[in-house]
């Protein structure tokens, strides 16, 4: 994993697990809120994986659904290991 990524997934993670457990959960909602709302930051962006242009705002959706499971998780590496 890119070490900026993992970075940033480490701070997401403390910050999640530092709001209380009810807030954690909400966590999907408030993203796709701001992305619906700030949709062209995934717009004016291109994913490419495996030389294969990606849906960006599918791929930022999935990612971020499979991000907002894994911060249940008790710690970052079980976290990081469940994506």
Known sequence: MNN???E???KSFD???????DSR?????????FLSTNSEII???????DGIKQDTEKY???????WSKAIEEPD????????
């Not at 910050?15 to 457990?21: G, H, L, N």
């Not at 970052?76 to 994506?83: E, G, I, L, T, V």
């Open 4 to 6: 900026n990524l993992t």
């Open 8 to 10: 940033s997934l480490q």
């Open 15 to 21: 910050y999640w697990s530092w709001v209380d457990e």
């Open 25 to 33: 959960i909400e966590c999907l909602p408030i993203w796709k809120k």
């Open 43 to 49: 717009r004016n962006h291109t994913i490419i994986i």
């Open 60 to 66: 930022v959706h999935q990612f971020l659904e499979s």
């Open 76 to 83: 970052f590496d079980s976290a990081k290991r469940s994506m």
